[in-house]
């Protein structure tokens, strides 16, 4: 398909891109920029929670198109909506050439992306905001569609035998997050159950799976929403001296060891770095080119599966922080 195309041309360039980088984009004439490249600023603001190690891989993927760019890269987060549509706002007051934004708030953040649409500051979506990019007026989506990564979890978790899953999310409310327990529910065969944790509080986090186990011992899967809940849970298992596997979504540098040792199952890799550096490459290329990655469609970076049959070959990846 040609959006397929399209994603795989521009990740052969993200490859290219391994290379650290500051929060300033390289020189004018380094790597595939060119001599003619004009200087860009170009605001990235996330979600991100404090801590949570996904958006370090999201960043330097970020970073490496700004190096290669010749793009200045402002970089801020705030879990709140208002907070950060707030900050979007500040981009905007600031004269930057273009944004970046996740939208796992979206009806907080779409007054302020329509205003920057309409104010000619060209948007790219990526990571969340699948079902409102469009909508708000934005350039394009990098991603994963988490409704159709949580199906194809539960179709794996339920070939795998398990009998009854328990979704643990981190963040009520999050549109990405209900999309994957929405879709686990609906692919999963057997019993399912949902949990919410604070995402913030891990030892919190820890002890209310265990609860939820230990309450209901049936429960034979646990499926996490990100990488260190997963690694938490498989401890909270432990805790019970339960007999619950555990899988994940999203990873880090932690998850491929524990593939290896079969404390975690599997994990459902979203491509974070894919999605920082698609998202900035897509608004410099509409600068300096006119061109608009995916022709009206969302540009997908997953879900892909990782598990002991690849993870030898993730694992050298995950250790330079990059998957």
Not at 100 to 122: E, F
Not at 185 to 209: A, E, H, L, N, W
Not at 222 to 234: C, K
């Amino acid at each position: 398909m040609g959006r397929s195309s399209v994603l795989a041309t521009v990740a052969a360039l993200a490859a290219l891109a391994l290379t650290g980088c500051s929060a300033k984009g390289g020189k004018a004439g380094d790597g595939a920029a060119g001599p003619t490249s004009p200087p860009m600023t170009v605001a990235v603001i996330t979600h991100a929670a404090p801590g949570d190690t996904f958006w370090d891989i999201i960043r330097k993927g970020a970073e490496a198109a700004a190096a290669k760019d010749n793009i200045t890269l402002k970089y801020a987060s705030d879990t709140d909506g208002g907070a950060q549509a707030t900050l979007v706002q500040n981009a905007l007051d600031s004269k930057v050439d273009a944004i970046a934004v996740t939208l796992a708030k979206p009806d907080a953040l779409a007054a302020v992306v329509r205003k920057a649409s309409a104010a000619g500051v060209p948007v790219a979506v990526f990571n969340a905001g699948i079902g409102a990019w469009k909508g708000d007026g934005a350039l394009g989506y990098f991603g994963s569609d988490d409704g159709l990564a949580g199906e194809r979890a539960g179709k794996r978790a339920a070939a795998d035998g398990a009998k009854h899953l328990l979704c643990v999310s981190q963040e009520q409310g999050h549109v990405a997050l209900e999309a994957r327990c929405d879709g686990l529910k609906r692919g999963f065969s057997g019993q399912f159950d949902k949990v919410y944790v604070t995402g913030t509080d891990m030892p919190s986090v820890r002890s209310t799976i265990a609860a939820k186990l230990k309450q209901d011992p049936t429960i034979d899967l646990v499926v996490t929403l990100g990488a260190p809940f997963g690694l938490t849970a498989i401890e909270a298992v432990k805790d019970v001296g339960g007999k619950a596997k555990v899988a994940t979504f999203d990873t880090n540098p932690q998850v491929p060891a524990a593939i290896r040792s079969g404390a975690l199952q599997w994990a459902i890799d979203q491509q974070p770095y894919l999605q920082g550096y698609l998202a900035v490459e897509s608004l410099w290329l509409q600068k300096t080119n006119g061109n608009v990655i995916g022709g009206g469609a969302a540009v997908l970076t997953g879900p892909y599966f990782i598990d002991k049959s690849n993870v030898d070959r993730i694992a050298a990846f995950a250790a330079k922080g990059t998957r």
